[in-house]
């Protein structure tokens, strides 16, 4: 009988924790300020004051908090690699001459750092022949922007 409270006990622990560790990864909200039009995923927003939430697990929402108030519900994946989260609060995006695609957003933590999908449109760009050279630019949550690199590459 003991064993088995103790069973019991041990997945009744288990279960809150899991359900603690969601709710927790739900509590994402960061402001920015981008100063450049991008897109994110198929659907483009123009330069603006953004919020981005997370309403699910694995689920970012970007959403313009100016007068049009778009928003995208895009599914994203934990960070490729522990780098990313650097402890720096930043969108990035990759830059093709002058169009910008979202990458990743940091909270600035490995776990709250999220990878989006490459999109059809940035792999056209970044196979294309001649190949155009990409630039890795970082904009912190002060509005301020970085420019991290200029690759030339195929996005995969």
């Not at 995923?41 to 970012?60: I, M, R, S, W």
């Not at 108030?69 to 995006?93: C, D, H, M, W, Y």
Request: hydrophobic share 40%; proline share 4%; glycine share 6%.
């Amino acid at each position: 009988m003991k064993r088995i409270l103790s069973v019991a006990a041990a997945t009744i622990t288990i279960c809150l924790m899991t359900s603690a560790a969601y709710s927790q990864s739900s509590n994402l909200r960061l402001r920015y300020h981008v100063p450049f039009a991008f897109s994110v995923k198929n659907q483009t927003f123009p330069a603006g004051d953004y919020e981005v939430t997370q309403p699910k697990h694995f689920l970012l929402r970007v959403h313009n908090l100016g007068g049009n108030q778009t928003s995208a519900f895009e599914p994203v994946v934990p960070a490729q690699s522990r780098k990313e989260g650097n402890g720096n609060i930043r969108l990035v995006f990759h830059r093709y001459d002058n169009e910008y695609f979202l990458v990743f957003v940091s909270a600035g933590s490995w776990e709250s750092t999220y990878d989006f999908q490459i999109s059809k449109a940035e792999k056209q760009l970044a196979n294309a022949i001649p190949q155009k050279p990409m630039t890795i630019v970082s904009v912190n949550q002060n509005g301020t922007t970085e420019v991290a690199s200029n690759l030339i590459g195929r996005v995969q």
